[in-house]
């Protein structure tokens, strides 16, 4: 059973990242799932988010979170490390009890969303302490291996939005408190400011961000720390704001436009082919969440490439023109 962690109830695969490497997902067996999936729409979708967090809640979108930073002049991005699996069992059991759970109940509820996989980490004495339930007498629970958000489970996004939310109030204050914007989308957190601010600042905002990280089990991704200050170009999300409104980049524009001459040219199969995909209904379907992106933020220049993307898939006898 999931919950006495006697089966793992997950199937990882590794999927490759852009940067190089690998990432590990950890996909939900049916059974898992289907719970799983009861306990997102029935206990965490109608949860308050923090009004700096961007992800996962209803009407957030990477748009909204760059349009927060439009005319930046300074702009700091920090990445969290394995942002899910730093969120451990004991943080989500905290969260259902502020949900309003019994002791139990919160803890059956932090064993099924969560995920045991080496290496082997035991529950520290904190943890054991705060688990006045007393599951210890209850044998079947009796495992003491500590549990993390798995990538791949349907409840993780909104649970680590509720469990975060601690970290995104220190944040939001030491934002407030050096007349900055914060904002958090998933592990991407972002500083900016339309005033100048010292390199000594920025040094200082640098070094209690990985404070505040270290504090909730979270490891500052070093290599992925960006600080632009004014006069280097912007990007919050893949956007650009260090004009007076969010824009494309010229890369996502390129990117866009690749494909879409691409169809125009070889034709669907072949494209799909030379790009990689495994089927061309994969690939229409991601050129076309591309180019709706695209739309949102400059509807302009999103209907000319829906236009010719259009006219290529009617072209190849695309039964579906409008993806």
Request: charged share 25%; proline share 5%; glycine share 8%.
């Given at each position: 059973?999931?919950?006495?962690?006697s089966?793992?109830?997950?199937?990882?695969f590794?999927i490759?990242?852009k940067?190089g490497g690998g990432?590990?997902?950890?996909a939900?067996?049916?059974?898992?799932?289907?719970?799983?999936?009861?306990?997102?729409r029935?206990v965490l979708?109608?949860r308050p988010v923090?009004?700096s967090?961007?992800?996962?809640a209803?009407?957030?979108s990477?748009?909204k979170?760059a349009?927060?930073?439009?005319?930046?002049r300074?702009?700091l991005?920090f990445?969290?490390?394995?942002?899910?699996?730093?969120?451990?069992?004991?943080?989500v059991?905290?969260?259902?009890?502020s949900c309003g759970?019994?002791p139990?109940?919160?803890?059956?509820l932090?064993?099924?969303?969560?995920?045991?996989?080496s290496p082997?980490v035991?529950?520290?004495?904190?943890w054991?302490?705060?688990?006045t339930?007393?599951?210890?007498?209850?044998?079947?629970?009796?495992?003491d291996?500590?549990?993390?958000?798995?990538q791949?489970?349907?409840?993780?996004?909104?649970?680590s939005?509720?469990?975060?939310?601690?970290m995104?109030d220190l944040?939001a204050?030491?934002?407030?408190?050096r007349?900055l914007v914060?904002?958090?989308y998933?592990?991407d957190?972002v500083?900016?400011?339309g005033t100048?601010?010292t390199?000594?600042e920025?040094?200082?905002?640098v070094?209690?961000?990985k404070?505040?990280?270290?504090?909730f089990?979270?490891?500052l991704h070093r290599k992925?720390?960006?600080i632009?200050?004014?006069?280097?170009?912007?990007?919050?999300?893949?956007?650009l704001?260090?004009?007076d409104?969010?824009?494309l980049?010229?890369?996502?524009?390129?990117?866009?436009e690749?494909h879409v001459?691409?169809?125009e040219?070889?034709?669907l199969?072949?494209?799909?082919?030379s790009?990689?995909?495994?089927s061309?209904?994969?690939?229409?379907?991601?050129?076309?969440?591309?180019?709706?992106?695209?739309?949102a933020v400059?509807q302009?220049?999103g209907d000319?490439?829906?236009?010719?993307?259009?006219?290529?898939?009617?072209?190849?006898?695309?039964s579906?023109?409008s993806?």
């Amino acid at each position: 059973m999931i919950v006495s962690r006697s089966e793992d109830g997950y199937k990882p695969f590794t999927i490759r990242k852009k940067s190089g490497g690998g990432r590990l997902i950890a996909a939900p067996e049916p059974q898992l799932l289907s719970v799983q999936r009861w306990i997102s729409r029935n206990v965490l979708a109608n949860r308050p988010v923090h009004s700096s967090s961007m992800a996962y809640a209803p009407g957030a979108s990477p748009l909204k979170c760059a349009a927060r930073h439009v005319g930046a002049r300074w702009l700091l991005k920090f990445d969290i490390h394995d942002f899910f699996e730093s969120i451990s069992e004991d943080r989500v059991y905290w969260a259902f009890r502020s949900c309003g759970y019994q002791p139990l109940i919160a803890f059956e509820l932090a064993r099924i969303c969560t995920r045991v996989h080496s290496p082997y980490v035991q529950i520290d004495s904190r943890w054991r302490s705060g688990r006045t339930h007393g599951p210890a007498e209850i044998t079947a629970y009796s495992d003491d291996r500590l549990g993390h958000l798995a990538q791949g489970a349907p409840t993780s996004p909104m649970l680590s939005n509720l469990v975060s939310e601690p970290m995104d109030d220190l944040l939001a204050k030491i934002a407030r408190e050096r007349g900055l914007v914060y904002t958090r989308y998933s592990d991407d957190v972002v500083f900016s400011t339309g005033t100048t601010i010292t390199r000594r600042e920025v040094r200082n905002l640098v070094h209690d961000v990985k404070r505040v990280f270290n504090s909730f089990g979270h490891l500052l991704h070093r290599k992925k720390v960006v600080i632009a200050p004014p006069g280097a170009r912007k990007l919050v999300l893949g956007l650009l704001v260090d004009g007076d409104e969010v824009r494309l980049s010229r890369e996502y524009r390129a990117r866009v436009e690749s494909h879409v001459r691409g169809i125009e040219k070889f034709g669907l199969a072949e494209h799909a082919a030379s790009r990689h995909f495994t089927s061309v209904w994969g690939m229409v379907r991601h050129v076309g969440g591309l180019i709706a992106h695209s739309r949102a933020v400059d509807q302009t220049y999103g209907d000319s490439m829906q236009l010719r993307l259009s006219a290529a898939l009617e072209a190849s006898g695309w039964s579906d023109a409008s993806p």
